[in-house]
């Protein structure tokens, strides 16, 4: 879907930028629940771990936990530093956003693609499954394994997938916006 030139008109000055927090905030909910965002939210332009600890009162364990996988996200990144009296290490966390942005942007785009390519094979064909869910077939593939699921030998029936198609639409929808108006913001 393209908008006219009327966006381009407001985008010169009045359109209001989406916040590009409020993204990660939602990204970090469902992937790693409220305490992720607590995190996120503490560790800022940067924080130790003791200092996380003291604003989220979650345990070290738990926090270091969400920290690596926040890491592995590509969403923070930390510098260290060794306490010469006992050797320890202490670590500062801090927030990249820009990164972030470019991770979770790229993130989105697969599951963009992913979404539509799903679209595309289930649209106009239906769809049988097993009661457990374990398979999903075209009627052909299904009339080929005698409708019978190959992993628990239920029977395959007919699926009446247009709810669920209206969904992965509107996700489509919602993702396209999402991206459009973070591609005016990329150099
Ligand atoms: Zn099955």
């Not at 306490?83 to 050797?87: A, D, P, V």
């Not at 019978?148 to 628990?152: I, L, P, Q, R, V």
């Given at each position: 879907m393209r908008r006219a030139s009327s966006s381009k008109r407001a985008s010169s000055s009045s359109r209001k930028t989406p916040d590009p927090m409020q993204f990660l905030d939602e990204f970090v909910a469902d992937s790693l629940g409220e305490k992720g965002t607590q995190v996120l939210h503490s560790v800022g332009d940067g924080a130790t771990d003791e200092v996380i600890e003291q604003s989220t009162r979650l345990k070290i364990a738990e926090i270091r936990s969400i920290l690596n996988h926040l890491h592995s996200y590509g969403f923070v990144e930390y510098s260290r530093e060794k306490?010469?009296?006992?050797?320890w290490f202490t670590y500062t966390w801090k927030v990249n956003m820009d990164r972030a942005m470019q991770n979770f942007l790229m993130l989105k785009r697969r599951e963009h693609e992913r979404l539509r390519n799903r679209l595309s094979a289930e649209e106009g064909t239906t769809i049988y499954s097993c009661r457990k869910g374990c398979t999903r077939l075209e009627f052909e593939r299904a009339y080929e394994n005698k409708f019978?699921?190959?992993?628990?030998k239920c029977d395959l029936r007919f699926l009446d997938n247009k709810q669920e198609l209206k969904r992965v639409e509107s996700k489509i929808t919602a993702l396209e916006t999402l991206l459009a108006n973070q591609g005016t913001r990329t150099p």
């Open positions: 306490n010469m009296q006992n050797g019978k699921c190959s992993s628990c």
